[in-house]
């Protein structure tokens, strides 16, 4: 059995272009060809460029945010158009590093995945429950209501979905297996033709047992792709199951 399967990278306020030039020495050193794997990274704004000038192969780049605003008076903000300069056709939203510390709610999510797919770049949407709604058993109701406001007047098949609980990134934790694969059960009543991805806590042991469960469609990872032996590692497995 194989299907097509996301393995995305974030990089967060991580490595600057020394350092993301290193990277790339190495993991370019073992790419891989398979058209049912899809991987790319998200570098910091400044490293776009760079890093779209050392990727190979089938490796895509990808902006951590972008605001929802075409352009104008936003102070620190990046556009839509600014990232098209750089020929970025992905870009994370609706973070819950960006809920955290920058305010980002499910509303501006919304107008980002609009201004997003108005400029033909596709919005991976991260949503995820906090701890205590987790304890609490309201995932699946915390998640659908995160899926309506964000997908309210939008093509979700357009998206792609990062579900992240809050409390498993960084953490070292994670939802048992059967956990993950009953939300994202869920999550496809809701948006039946988008990808979902699990992002928290992976890395190169327990990818692979996470990204071939029923309905994941991919991997966001955090700490974990940071190193290119590790991902390597991830993509080397996957791409091992896919050709099952
Ligand atoms: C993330 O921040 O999107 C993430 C999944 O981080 P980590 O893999 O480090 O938990």
New binding site residues.
């Given amino acids: 059995m194989s299907s097509k399967k996301y393995i995305l990278g974030?990089w967060?306020m991580n490595k600057n272009l020394a350092e993301i030039t290193k990277f790339f020495a190495s993991f370019n050193k073992h790419l891989i060809t398979n058209n049912k794997i899809k991987y790319g990274f998200a570098p910091t704004y400044l490293g776009l460029g760079l890093a779209s000038n050392l990727k190979k192969g089938q490796t895509f780049i990808i902006a951590q945010d972008v605001c929802e605003q075409e352009e104008g008076s936003y102070t620190g903000q990046i556009s839509c158009k600014q990232l098209k300069d750089y020929k970025i056709n992905y870009a994370i939203v609706g973070?819950s590093?960006t809920r955290k510390f920058l305010g980002c709610t499910d509303q501006m999510v919304n107008k980002k995945v609009k201004v997003c797919l108005a400029n033909k770049i596709t919005p991976i949407v991260c949503i995820g429950e906090s701890l205590q709604q987790y304890n609490k058993h309201q995932t699946k109701d915390v998640l659908a209501k995160q899926l309506k406001t964000i997908f309210n007047g939008v093509d979700d098949s357009k998206c792609i979905v990062a579900y992240?609980p809050l409390w498993?990134?960084?953490t070292g934790k994670t939802p048992t297996l059967k956990e993950i694969t009953t939300i994202c059960t869920h999550l496809k009543k809701f948006v039946q033709h988008t990808p979902i991805l699990y992002?928290?806590?992976?890395n190169e042991n327990n990818a692979i047992d996470i990204v071939t469960l029923k309905n994941v469609d991919g991997l966001?990872?955090?700490?974990?792709s940071l190193c290119p032996d590790k991902f390597n590692k991830i993509l080397k497995e996957v791409n091992k199951w896919t050709r099952k």
């Fill in positions: 974030n967060k973070h590093e992240e498993a990134i960084g992002g928290g806590s992976v966001l990872i955090g700490g974990a």
